[in-house]
């Protein structure tokens, strides 16, 4: 559905009216409660509401970037894909009655909708390096895009989380639940989480590439502490969604493994990789500790920045094996997908010496409410400022503005990404 100028005033309208309300989060509980009662009515008049209002709370963002990004081509065809996909979703708020039919056309609209977008993450960053290769890049522009693609890959996360819910536990693909023991999920929720599981799922398929590079890899040490000692769970386990905490795992332990392989590279032995649990009364934490020898403090605000790598750029000739770092994308978005519900990804690092990375989760399903982004004037205006001007002697060389030369790189992301 192309908008021709015709519409495109309605369109508009439609935009700024659903812009107004706030998207409406919701907890991993909900999600649960709501799924143990499935009711397919009930969950199609939710979302023929929410998704277009979060589609529309985004795209009065993709709005106010700045001009040259926004007449990128890569960035142009995001945009249309969003307003398609918003016009779609508004044909069903126009219909009165709720028919078996009705729900079934939802539930492939949302599916070719999940389909259209699922090439948005690369898209995007093509988009940003258009601009970069045919502009310079000013540091309020650089500022802008890093709050932008944050807000923008997590409102992301968060339509893919409601349209996966919605089509698995109506839409017939249960048998497509990832995990052994597929009826134990709510839609991609599992109710028991086996940390250990995860853990060394994605631990061997990291160490898979490590050793395909390196031609060998550091062993996993795992230790686990519960605050209540007394009742210990033989695994610890949590509410969450697996694919989102082996994402971060998956993204931690390849780049631990590269850390540990570069730096002890002329050495027979590596150190292990320390993965420590913990589950107290309030957070999950999993802290994986490396001696890859650290990261130099310059550096450290860096690390979330979207391209910002220090491994050499994946070769194009081997655009079908999946490389071990490359593309600057692993602890931007695992961070964000910590955050999604409430939890984050810390890092930590000396220099000379190791790295942790912490992954903090909520221990409580009903703490667990998922963090959207609301457009508002707050919003607007950050786009709208002045990069802020430092308040302290020397910031420019020791505070957020030390530039790394960020490679302009006409790449394509790795399958974990693109699966986002
Ligand atoms: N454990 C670690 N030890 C040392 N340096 C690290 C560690 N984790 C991250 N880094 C540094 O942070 C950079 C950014 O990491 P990030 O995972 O975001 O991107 P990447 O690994 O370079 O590429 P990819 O998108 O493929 O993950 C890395 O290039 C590396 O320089
Ligand atoms: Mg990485």
């Keep these: 559905m192309k908008l021709t100028p015709k519409n495109y005033k309605n369109y508009a309208k439609l935009l700024d009216a659903y812009s107004q309300f706030s998207p409406s989060p919701l907890s991993i509980k909900k999600f649960i409660d709501f799924g143990?009662?499935?009711?397919?009515?009930?969950?199609?008049?939710?979302?023929?509401?929410?998704?277009?209002?979060?589609?529309?709370?985004?795209?009065?963002?993709?709005?106010?970037?700045?001009?040259n990004l926004l007449r990128m081509?890569?960035?142009?065809a995001v945009h249309e894909w969003y307003m398609t996909s918003f016009k779609e979703i508004l044909e069903f708020e126009k219909m009165d009655e709720v028919s078996p039919r009705n729900l079934r056309h939802f539930c492939d609209s949302i599916v070719k909708i999940r389909n259209r977008h699922s090439d948005v993450v690369e898209t995007m960053a093509q988009g940003v390096i258009e601009l970069k290769e045919s502009h310079d890049v000013d540091q309020q522009t650089e500022h802008s895009i890093q709050y932008f693609l944050d807000r923008f890959y997590m409102s992301r996360i968060s339509i893919r989380m409601l349209i996966n819910q919605h089509t698995?536990?109506?839409?017939?693909q249960l048998e497509r639940a990832p995990g052994p023991t597929q009826s134990k999920y709510i839609g991609c929720i599992d109710p028991h989480c086996n940390l250990v599981s995860v853990i060394k799922d994605a631990y061997e398929n990291a160490r898979f590439l490590c050793d395909q590079y390196y031609l060998d890899s550091p062993e996993l040490v795992i230790e686990q502490h519960e605050i209540n000692e007394l009742k210990p769970e033989s695994d610890i386990r949590i509410v969450y969604v697996p694919s989102h905490l082996y994402h971060m795992l998956f993204e931690?332990?390849?780049?631990?493994?590269?850390?540990?392989?570069?730096?002890?590279?002329?050495?027979?032995?590596?150190?292990?990789?320390?993965?420590?649990?913990?589950?107290g009364n309030e957070d999950v934490c999993l802290k994986l500790s490396d001696r890859g020898g650290g990261i130099p403090r310059s550096l450290h605000d860096q690390l979330f920045k979207y391209m910002y790598s220090t491994a050499p750029q994946p070769s194009k000739s081997d655009?079908?094996?999946?490389?071990?770092?490359?593309?600057?994308?692993g602890l931007p978005i695992s961070r964000l997908y910590a955050r999604y519900f409430h939890g984050d990804l810390v890092i930590m690092s000396c220099e000379g010496y190791g790295t942790d990375a912490v992954i903090y989760m909520k221990a409580l399903s009903n703490e667990a409410n998922e963090l959207l982004p609301i457009f508002n004037k707050t919003t607007s205006k950050f786009y709208r400022a002045g990069y802020p001007i430092g308040d302290w002697t020397?910031?420019?060389?020791?505070?957020?503005?030390?530039?790394?030369?960020i490679q302009c790189r006409k790449h394509q992301l790795p399958q974990s990404v693109q699966a986002l």
């Design 252 to 279: 931690l332990f390849k780049n631990s493994m590269r850390a540990v392989m570069e730096y002890h590279g002329q050495e027979q032995q590596y150190p292990p990789i320390h993965l420590t649990i913990s589950k």
């Design 319 to 329: 655009a079908h094996t999946v490389p071990l770092a490359g593309y600057g994308y």
């Design 73 to 76: 081509p890569s960035v142009h």
């Design 36 to 67: 143990l009662n499935a009711c397919e009515t009930k969950s199609y008049i939710f979302l023929r509401k929410e998704l277009p209002v979060r589609l529309a709370n985004i795209m009065k963002e993709i709005a106010l970037l700045p001009e």
């Design 394 to 405: 020397n910031q420019a060389t020791t505070l957020n503005t030390r530039q790394i030369s």
């Design 168 to 172: 698995l536990l109506f839409g017939g």
